[in-house]
């Protein structure tokens, strides 16, 4: 059984900051790509962010330039800054684990909560 172990999350008033985490086994870590998703009431997952094995990223258009996702290789750590945060930004947030040929796994969400 392979654990993401989430935390970071948090109730931040409008315009603040939060930074995620998750860490993952070497095992995967290495070969995976990591990414963070997120479910707010009433939505679909959606992708917020990933980072691949070799650092490439991505983003969700509504993050860009005020998200910012990176890896740790030498501690298994996904990271996941997000800066002026806005009260669409509340969620539930998860941290993916992703490869095209094994099995996907997800961390078991942190709450988000953006409000004043």
């Known amino acids: 059984q392979v654990h993401l172990v989430e935390s970071g999350g948090g109730l931040v008033q409008p315009g603040g900051s939060l930074r995620l985490s998750c860490a993952a086994p070497g095992s995967i870590f290495s070969i995976y790509t990591m990414g963070w998703y997120r479910q707010a009431p009433g939505k679909q997952r959606e992708l917020v962010a990933a980072v691949a094995s070799g650092g490439n990223t991505k983003y969700a258009d509504s993050v860009k330039g005020r998200f910012t996702i990176s890896r740790d290789n030498a501690k298994n750590t996904v990271y996941l800054q997000m800066n002026s945060l806005k009260p669409e930004d509340t969620a539930v947030y998860y941290c993916?684990?992703?490869?095209?040929?094994?099995?996907?796994?997800w961390g078991q969400g942190t709450q988000v909560t953006v409000s004043s």
């Open positions: 993916n684990a992703q490869h095209t040929f094994l099995p996907d796994y």
